[in-house]
């Protein structure tokens, strides 16, 4: 969430880089009044700069006229497929396997703001009972905004469930909008969502039967016959370019003829589930750019939202602000218009929350609240006394704290919450057991918050850091045959297209075994646990052995392991000490996760920890082995990827951990 102040509407359109030279009208674009036009089955609003067309009554986005270009977005298509919102649900009436898509067409609309300066129009469909089964069972209220020299127009949406209704689950919803794919002028062809992730991409066409090979699921193809040879052999998939919450502000495509860009700028997180390291899809193959407000990707079925039909349910998703630009000077049209997007980006941020839209769902930031504290850690095996929980994050209305554990929270929704944090460098969650209750223009000072993070003893040995993640484990190079070129030299090398099946390669017959105080786990310990891939193409449960020493055992006392997971997808950990048939493991997760991140190119999904209590019995003095078996295997995207492990032994004992 933004911490700064709000300033004036104004202030938007500072960094648009029209380039006047190209015409000498756009001097004086910023100068235009909007305007609104409507026709028999459009809407048209325009300010001078951008035009966009709207169908009536359904609301979806049928054109984007600027820099000359008479419509940016793929005429190709049907007028109901080029930009519009969409969900996925799940109740009576819905079909597929994964639930029924409704693109939200809108059987109403209305001129909600018409003046010089702003134009807002809403689009809605109101439920009845006649509907049951036939459509979700919502009313949904979705608005589109232009500005006064703004470079681009905003949307933004409500979504309502009444007592009373059907059930149902939401599992997904967004705005997506597909770009013009031809080789006409306007046509965008080079991909930017980060500042390592940019790159000329393959087309659309590539992606067809005729020129590309289905590999293991739909969305990932390999090209063997693209109209550009530059991409022949290399694997496109959407995945690939997916991007945690935190970094999720810009992503979108540049086109060279004439030179200009296409951004979704997204400014804040309140209105995204999951939190800041939740994954979503960016921009991919299309050209497709998308607002993805809620999913169940990298997390399954824990992230369905689920309505009962005594429920009410309002919320808000947006406002999002999709941004064009041109140049303003000679040179890299990559680089600049990247540049530029960011710094629109940026100013979109500080003017949040916007003072413009007109919702009343929409709070101001007069409206809202906002909260400060300190966030102190304290592990004894650490240090003496509490240290700063220095890069802490929280989840929904969310900040970072900075090296000494200070943080603030503005613009917070009036409502009740609970303060979580995690800190990079210790395994699970603070929670304050105190509801905080905001309210509008007042501040709430917490003062000094402690956690106090999961230990009973000091540890004996570890493996991995606990950061939620498990980039920093081994990550092998990617078959061949399978490459995306952009990852070759990028520290998101996992992103690659099939590294599960690398496990077989690297263990062929036995699984891993890792020695303590030998082995490197950036070099020796797998990123991900998976099955292992056997001649007939079928795939096995895995074993994977901790090798370690224990001196000075204390056989009547406690030890604990401590097994932080980054991801897990329909997976059974089994944990054993010493005796790897025994019949009963120690210790079982039984079946967890359906985050699907291993097929997913994502190095995380949700997180577990699992805290196992050991008698010291069951160790014995001088060699140890801790069994690690991964079950229920029925397919190869099956697995967990680990975060950290430690073993502590007994607060009072006295051993060394050397083989």
């Known amino acids: ?18 380039d006047q030279s190209a015409n000498n009208d756009y001097s004086n674009l910023a100068l235009q009044p909007v305007t609104l036009n409507i026709l028999d089955k459009y809407i048209v609003l325009d300010n001078g700069i951008v035009q966009i067309t709207l169908s009536k009554p359904e609301g979806s986005i049928t054109g984007i006229k600027y820099n000359g270009v008479d419509n940016l977005l793929d005429v190709v298509n049907d007028e109901i497929n080029r930009g519009y919102w969409d969900l996925v649900w799940i109740g009576n009436g819905s079909t597929g396997k994964k639930g029924s898509l409704d693109r939200l067409q809108a059987t109403d609309y209305k001129i909600i703001l018409q003046n010089e300066e702003q134009i807002e129009i809403s689009f809605t469909r109101t439920w009845n009972f006649s509907q049951e089964g036939k459509a979700v069972p919502l009313n949904f209220d979705k608005r589109y905004i232009i500005l006064r020299g ?19 689950q939401l599992t997904n919803t967004r705005v997506a909008l597909k770009l013009n794919r031809d080789n006409s002028s306007g046509s965008f062809k080079y991909m930017a969502i980060d500042d390592d992730r940019q790159r000329y991409m393959p087309i659309q066409l590539d992606r067809s039967p005729e020129r590309g090979q289905a590999l293991a699921y739909p969305e990932a193809v390999k090209l063997v016959n693209p109209v550009e040879p530059q991409f022949k052999g290399e694997v496109d998939d959407k995945y690939q370019y997916s991007m945690e919450n935190k970094d999720n502000r810009v992503h979108g495509w540049i086109s060279t003829d004439p030179p200009m860009g296409f951004w979704q700028i997204t400014p804040t997180d309140e209105f995204r589930s999951a939190g800041p390291l939740k994954q979503c899809l960016a921009s991919h193959v299309g050209p497709t750019t998308l607002a993805i407000f809620h999913s169940t990707h990298y997390s399954g079925a824990d992230l369905i939202m689920e309505f009962n039909k005594n429920e009410s349910w309002k919320k808000m998703y947006g406002p999002v602000f999709i941004h064009l630009n041109t140049l ?9 218009l990247w540049q530029d997007a960011k710094k629109q980006m940026e100013v979109e941020v500080q003017n949040w929350p916007y003072n413009f839209p007109q919702s009343k769902e929409y709070p101001k930031s007069h409206q809202r609240g906002s909260l400060s504290g300190k966030l102190l850690l304290f592990d004894k095996y650490v240090s003496n006394f509490p240290i700063s929980a220095s890069g802490a994050f929280g989840y929904q209305f969310w900040t970072e704290t900075d090296k000494d554990g200070n943080f603030r929270i503005n613009n917070i929704r009036v409502g009740n919450y609970n303060i979580y944090g995690w800190v990079p460098g210790f395994i699970g969650d603070y929670r304050d057991g105190n509801v905080v209750t905001i309210t509008p223009g007042a501040h709430k000072e917490m003062g000094v918050l402690v956690y106090k993070p999961p230990r009973n003893g000091p540890t004996l040995w570890e493996i991995g850091t606990p950061d939620r993640s498990a980039a920093e484990f081994f990550i092998p190079d990617p078959n061949p045959d399978y490459v995306n070129k952009l990852y070759l030299n990028n520290t998101q090398k996992y992103r690659q297209y099939g590294l599960w099946d690398r496990y077989t390669d690297l263990y062929p017959n036995n699984d891993l075994i890792y020695t303590v105080g030998l082995n490197d786990y950036r070099k020796d310990w797998f990123f991900a646990q998976v099955a292992r891939r056997s001649n007939n193409s079928t795939y096995t449960d895995t074993t994977w052995q901790i090798r370690f020493g224990l001196q000075n055992r204390t056989e009547t006392q406690t030890y604990a392991l401590r097994i932080a997971l980054a991801t897990a997808h329909i997976s059974e950990l089994q944990v054993r000490i010493n005796k790897a048939d025994e019949k009963i493991p120690l210790f079982t997760s039984g079946v967890i ?45 099956q697995g967990i990827m680990y975060d950290y492990i430690r073993l502590e032994g007994p607060a009072t004992a006295s051993f060394t951990t050397h083989l």
């Open 150 to 168: 703004s470079s681009g127009f905003y949307t933004y949406g409500t979504y309502e469930h009444l007592n009373g209704w059907p059930d149902f």
């Open 328 to 336: 303003s000077k000679q040179g890299d049209p990559l680089h600049q």
């Open 1 to 18: 969430m933004s911490n700064t102040t709000h300033q004036s509407r104004d202030k938007l359109v500072t960094d648009t880089t029209i």
């Open 593 to 637: 996760g359906k985050d699907n991140s291993i097929a997913r190119h994502g190095i995380h999904g949700l997180y577990w920890l699992f805290n196992i209590e050991i008698p010291g019995s069951l160790f014995v003095e001088g060699n140890n082995t801790i069994f690690l078996t991964r079950t229920n295997t029925t397919t190869p995207f």
